[in-house]
T-cell receptor, first 112, second 113 residues
Framework: DQQVKQNSPSLSVQEGRISILNCDYT??????FLWYKKYPAEGPTFLIS?????DKNEDGRFTVFLNKSAKHLSLHIVPSQPGDSAVYFC???????????FGQGTRLTINP | GAGVSQTPSNKVTEKGKYVELRCDPI?????LYWYRQSLGQGPEFLIY????????DSGLPNDRFFAVRPEGSVSTLKIQRTERGDSAVYLC???????????FGPGTRLTVL
């Protein structure tokens, strides 16, 4: 029972363009969402997060959008840079609980 | 100002053997988490410590898996009678109460032959 789903295993984007990574969830008890970035042989690194009381959070080139009615969130990266090439994980938290529930990840490749 | 560290970085063992994986959280972090990441999947929760006690061990797959954090800092994940299906990257994370973001270590890649 996959509560957090990233349906695109991979995405390829040209440098300078916008990268959009998508994530869907099924559990309406999730109240906080996070995006992590992972390079090979390293642990996941926190990127950006959003509370369920908001619909947008922006940090530099990274913006996360949350559509609660659709149970969908997306991460926008603009402009995309070669160093953004990594695996991106969407994760969610239930209020009062501490365990992160992760999606399967999307491998983003930025082409020069 | 070190981050979360994990040792060893790689561990190869034979089926049926016992292994211990170590995690050193960020100094001062009271909460510590263990996750397991299988190939092509996202990390899956195993256990969460607040201080010395396991506050949530609902993710441990069976009684071959056990974790301790005796002094509220370093934690050890112990796996008895390892099976080939235990092969994965074991990730440790830490944070403080009130923080929703968790900070991960580089992981230990366990291979059971």
């Amino acid at each position: 029972d996959q509560q957090v789903k990233q349906n695109s295993p991979s995405l390829s984007v040209q440098e300078g363009r916008i990268s959009i990574l998508n994530c869907d969830y099924t559990n309406s008890m999730f109240d906080y969402f996070l995006w992590y970035k992972k390079y090979p042989a390293e642990g996941p690194t926190f990127l950006i997060s959003i509370s369920s009381i908001k619909d947008k959070n922006e940090d530099g080139r990274f913006t996360v959008f949350l559509n609660k009615s659709a149970k969908h969130l997306s991460l926008h990266i603009v402009p995309s840079q070669p160093g953004d090439s990594a695996v991106y994980f969407c994760a969610a938290l239930i209020q009062g609980a501490q365990k992160l529930v992760f999606g399967q990840g999307t491998r983003l490749t930025i082409n020069p | 100002g070190a981050g979360v560290s994990q040792t060893p970085s790689n561990k190869v063992t034979e089926k049926g053997k016992y292994v211990e994986l170590r995690c050193d959280p960020i100094s001062g972090h009271t909460a510590l988490y263990w996750y397991r990441q299988s190939l092509g999947q996202g990390p899956e929760f195993l256990i969460y410590f607040q201080g010395t006690g396991a506050a949530d061990d609902s993710g441990l797959p069976n009684d071959r898996f056990f974790a301790v954090r005796p002094e509220g800092s370093v934690s050890t994940l112990k796996i008895q009678r390892t099976e080939r299906g235990d092969s994965a990257v074991y990730l440790c994370a830490s944070n403080n109460p009130g923080e929703r973001e968790q900070f991960f270590g580089p992981g230990t890649r366990l291979t059971v032959l």
